[in-house]
């Protein structure tokens, strides 16, 4: 299967401070064990529908959206349409996946990201019920230096401004080179520090972060409520430190969701990037370990 760098540029190269309402944070009613779809992007993109259908029969009864750059819509399908969809196999979509869009193609912006469409974006977004719209990715191209990512960071303030005015709230998702060091500085705290804590939430990926070498724990101590989202998402035994079922590797996730309240966790999403074989497989053995915590 095609890596996540892969699928997140192939994608944008489809198309030429006041605080957020406390019913935003509000916790859930319900408990929610989600899915982020990027773990069946094939399927996806093959049988959208009885992909999510699948999904749903499995016990996962949210899902994080993977992609809407390129074709403006949701896996092919207008946001009313997929919303539908979604509300027929009893799913929500409370987050969904965006890129940067800085990057251009063949000289012109890509639409429906952070820098360009935004705001039909934010619109469509809404559409299917998301609360929370995410920073995905950053391209090789889109990282750089310190300063260049304060330049993101101004971006993030801006295009978090406009969720809040739709009553959505921004988040930024984590690989690990946001943690390699320049002059002693992580980039990933200078989207911290740079951006307001109101109009950029994190998006935690257990996985990234701690094989870049941070524990989870610590970043909430040190920035207490600002993970509404986590991916998670285990690594394996091996020297490789791989992507695996959860519960198969060495991440304590009970541990990290005694700590859930705070983090300020409010909704958290499976991911495995590759599996050994059948993605299905694989997402069945993780909804079962964490029911198993009773998550």
Same mark, same amino acid.
């Given at each position: ?30 408990? !929610? ?13 093959? /049988? ?26 949701? !896996? ?95 988040? !930024? ?104 074989? /059948? ?17």
């Amino acid at each position: 299967m095609a890596s996540r760098r892969a699928f997140v540029k192939s994608a944008a190269l489809l198309s030429a401070g006041a605080l957020v309402s406390p019913a935003l944070l509000a916790a859930p009613a319900k408990k !929610y064990i989600g899915l982020q779809l990027y773990t069946v992007r094939d399927a996806m993109q093959q /049988d959208p529908a009885g992909t999510l259908a699948k999904v749903a029969q499995l016990g996962y009864n949210s899902v994080e959206g993977a992609t809407y750059t390129g074709s403006q819509k949701f !896996y092919g399908m207008e946001p009313a349409a997929f919303a539908k969809v979604l509300k027929q196999n009893g799913l929500i979509m409370p987050s969904s996946h965006y890129v940067l869009g800085e990057a251009m193609n063949n000289g012109q912006p890509t639409q429906g990201t952070i820098l360009h469409g935004w705001d039909k974006a934010v619109d469509d977004a809404a559409q299917v019920g998301a609360k929370y719209m995410v920073c995905a990715y950053l391209l090789d191209s889109e990282r750089g230096s310190l300063d260049h990512y304060k330049q993101i960071a101004a971006h993030l303030n801006k295009a978090g401004e406009r969720c809040k005015k739709a009553g959505t709230q921004l988040c !930024y998702h984590n690989h690990d080179f946001e943690f390699a060091a320049q002059g002693g500085q992580l980039p990933y705290d200078i989207l911290l520090k740079e951006t307001d804590k109101n109009l950029l939430k994190m998006e935690l990926d257990l996985y990234w972060a701690t094989k870049a070498g941070h524990d989870p724990l610590t970043l909430f101590k040190a920035h207490p409520g600002r993970f509404p989202l986590w991916h998670v998402k285990d690594m394996d035994k091996t020297e490789k430190k791989d992507f695996t079922e959860v519960g198969n590797g060495v991440i304590d996730f009970k541990k990290i969701f005694a700590a859930r309240q705070l983090a300020g966790m409010q909704y958290f999403f499976v991911e495995q990037d590759r599996t050994p074989g /059948d993605p299905f497989v694989s997402i069945k053995q993780s909804i079962g370990y964490l029911k198993g915590l009773g998550v």
